[in-house]
């Protein structure tokens, strides 16, 4: 699990961060969470759709993903299996202008 401010949380803390306002995107492909699950209140968000998710107009991005569309200096939080591909969701989301 990343964030920017903690690279690494526990999911205790994401428990803990999840009573805030706060998104949770989930960037493992689809089929992963077909066969594994997802941590509730989740989005499903494939690390090779995010750059394009994150740019979206507001209104796609709802229509789309079920959630209203993050601002750049609203809480996300992403995670993924093993942390490698949150953390690439995470550089990408800042190079996009996300604190």
């Keep these: 699990l990343c964030?920017?401010?903690?690279?690494?949380l526990s999911y205790q803390q994401l428990k803990d961060l999840k009573k805030t306002n706060v998104l949770h995107i989930d960037v493992r492909e689809r089929w992963e969470i077909d066969r594994f699950g997802k941590i509730p209140a989740s989005i499903n968000?494939?690390?090779?759709?995010?750059?394009?998710?994150?740019?979206?107009?507001p209104m796609e991005f709802k229509e789309q993903y079920n959630q209203k569309m993050p601002s750049k200096s609203d809480p996300v939080i992403f995670s993924c299996l093993t942390g490698t591909r949150s953390k690439q969701a995470l550089s990408f989301a800042t190079s996009l202008g996300f604190s």
């Design 45 to 57: 968000i494939p690390l090779g759709e995010l750059v394009e998710a994150l740019q979206m107009d």
């Design 3 to 8: 964030a920017g401010g903690a690279p690494n």
